[in-house]
């Protein structure tokens, strides 16, 4: 019997486009806080919106910025909860 590798090829990586826009406002929780201090919250596939101010557990409303492939940054709107 030979051995017949059943490896597949990496598939490509798939690009998708980041799931916010510049100027849009979003509904966000602040799961974490980064090394500079800022919040850190996830919106779909995992995409990662920076939050300067934010803070874990705050529920915020927030105005996208500025967006790159793998992350966008976000302003303040509203807090739609407090941290308890």
């Known amino acids: 019997?030979?051995?017949?590798?059943?490896?597949?090829?990496?598939?490509?990586?798939?690009?998708?486009?980041?799931?916010?826009?510049?100027?849009?406002?979003?509904d966000v929780t602040i799961e974490s806080v980064g090394e500079q201090g800022d919040g850190i919250a996830k919106v779909e596939h995992?995409?990662?919106?920076?939050?300067?101010?934010?803070?874990?557990?705050?529920?915020?409303?927030?105005?996208i910025e500025t967006v790159q492939k793998t992350v966008a940054f976000g302003e303040i709107v509203a807090h739609r909860s407090a941290t308890h």
Not at 6 to 16: G, I, L, V
Not at 48 to 55: E, H, N, S
């Open 1 to 26: 019997m030979t051995d017949k590798s059943t490896s597949k090829p990496a598939a490509p990586t798939e690009k998708r486009e980041p799931p916010v826009t510049e100027g849009e406002l979003r």
């Open 46 to 63: 995992g995409f990662v919106v920076i939050v300067p101010g934010g803070k874990v557990g705050e529920e915020l409303t927030v105005r």
